[in-house]
């Protein structure tokens, strides 16, 4: 079963904040959100992750909001290199837990 | 500074023929992983190693199996590939399991496409 919801696909004009929602109404209460994006013929890469609290780091901001059920990563100034596939995922470790990766969003960044 | 290194990036092979996929870290990550990637999907989780102990995802098939020699070395051994085997393998590292809220994040290497002849 999905833990998340994405869009399949968005666009976003360069030099524009790129807002990705992601939906995960069943997260409990020790799952974290992260999000990873896959950039053509390239490995994943690890963005940013959050449990309740908003958070920034130099690559983007997470938005959570207060029940959990949905979150927002928002690139402030999408640049061309930023067009990739994008996860989202909500994890809590455990004993044989693995990160998941659901379908994605793919965002194209266009001049 | 490559981090995580896939070697070969692509790879041919022939329908029933075994192939080995290589990856290396510079991390002296303690964990290795193994994801397949087929066109257009998300990667899923084949294996992964924690230091010598090897853990299997349920439904990764038996012709799959992998052998971590050294704490730097993973390999990915296809034991007779068939057409449904050609994707893209991933190989990622984490300093430990990925704990809850921690940074230990994965690294992920740039990929092996294999195709099957």
């Known amino acids: 079963d999905a833990k998340t919801t994405q869009p399949p696909s968005m666009d976003c004009a360069e030099g524009r904040a790129a807002n990705l929602p992601c939906n995960h109404s069943?997260?409990?209460?020790?799952?974290?959100v992260y999000w990873y994006r896959q950039i053509h013929s390239q490995g994943p890469q690890y963005i940013i992750h959050?449990?309740?609290n908003n958070e920034t780091n130099e690559m983007a901001s997470l938005i959570i909001t207060e029940d959990r059920k949905s979150s927002t990563l928002i690139l402030p100034h999408a640049t061309l290199r930023d067009t990739a596939v994008y996860y989202c995922?909500?994890?809590?470790?455990?004993?044989?837990?693995?990160?998941?990766f659901g379908g994605g969003t793919r965002l194209m960044v266009k001049p | 500074d490559a981090m995580v290194i896939q070697n070969p990036r692509y790879q041919v092979t022939q329908f029933g023929k075994p192939v080995t996929l290589s990856c290396s870290q510079t991390?002296?990550?303690?964990?290795m992983y193994w994801y397949q990637q087929k066109s257009s999907q998300a990667p899923k989780l084949l294996f992964h190693y924690y230091d010598k102990d090897f853990n299997n995802e349920a439904d990764t098939p038996d012709n799959f199996q992998s052998r971590r020699p050294n704490t730097s070395f993973c390999f990915l051994d296809i034991r007779s590939p068939g057409l449904g085997d050609a994707a893209m393998y991933l190989c990622?590292?984490?300093?430990?399991?990925?704990?809850?809220?921690?940074?230990?994040?994965?690294?992920f290497g740039p990929g092996t496409r294999l195709t099957v002849l």
């Open positions: 959050g449990l309740k």
């Open positions: 069943t997260i409990s209460g020790n799952e974290y």
């Open positions: 990622a590292t984490s300093r430990d399991l990925v704990r809850t809220g921690s940074t230990d994040t994965q690294y």
């Open positions: 995922i909500v994890y809590e470790y455990n004993a044989g837990n693995m990160l998941t």
């Open positions: 991390l002296n990550h303690n964990v």
